[in-house]
C-alpha cells in the first residue's frame, strides 16, 4: 500500500486543521492507520492510532482532548482532525500502515509510511 499525507500548512495558535492520508495499491481497510510526528530537532513521536474499522482508536498523551482520528474505507483515507492547535504542534506529520490489528505506539511496528506533511502553528 501507498500512502500519502496532505493538508498541512500554517495556521495561527487556536485554529484547526484536517490533515488526509490517502491509501493507493490496496484497500486500506486491510490496516490499522497510525499517525506520527516529528518537531524539528525532536524525536518522531506517536499522535494517534485507528483499528481497520474505526472502531477503535487511542492516541499520544495529552492529545486526545484535541485531536480526533477517522477513516473512511469506501475512500481509502485516514483523517487527523486537529483542534485548538499549539505552536508546540509545529511538525512533519506522517501517516503509517501496518497489518497488524493492534493500535501500535511504536514506530516500529508500522510497515508503510508516507512522506510526510508539514504543519506550523504560528504564535
Known amino acids: 500500500v501507498q500512502l500519502q499525507a496532505s493538508g498541512g500548512g500554517v495556521v495561527q495558535a487556536g485554529g484547526s486543521l484536517r490533515l488526509s492520508c490517502a491509501a493507493s495499491g490496496r484497500s486500506l481497510s486491510m490496516y490499522t492507520v497510525g499517525w506520527f510526528r516529528q518537531a524539528p530537532g525532536k524525536e518522531r513521536e506517536f499522535v494517534a492510532a485507528?483499528?481497520?474499522?474505526?472502531?477503535?482508536?487511542a492516541y499520544g498523551d495529552s492529545l486526545k482532548d484535541r485531536f480526533t482520528v477517522s477513516r473512511d474505507n469506501a475512500e481509502n483515507t485516514a483523517y487527523l482532525q486537529m483542534n485548538t492547535l499549539k505552536p508546540e504542534d509545529t511538525a512533519v506529520y506522517y501517516c503509517t500502515a501496518t497489518r497488524e490489528l493492534l493500535l501500535l505506539r511504536s514506530e516500529g511496528r508500522y510497515d508503510y509510511w508516507g512522506p510526510g506533511t508539514l504543519v506550523t502553528v504560528s504564535s
Open positions: 485507528i483499528n481497520w474499522s474505526g472502531g477503535a482508536t
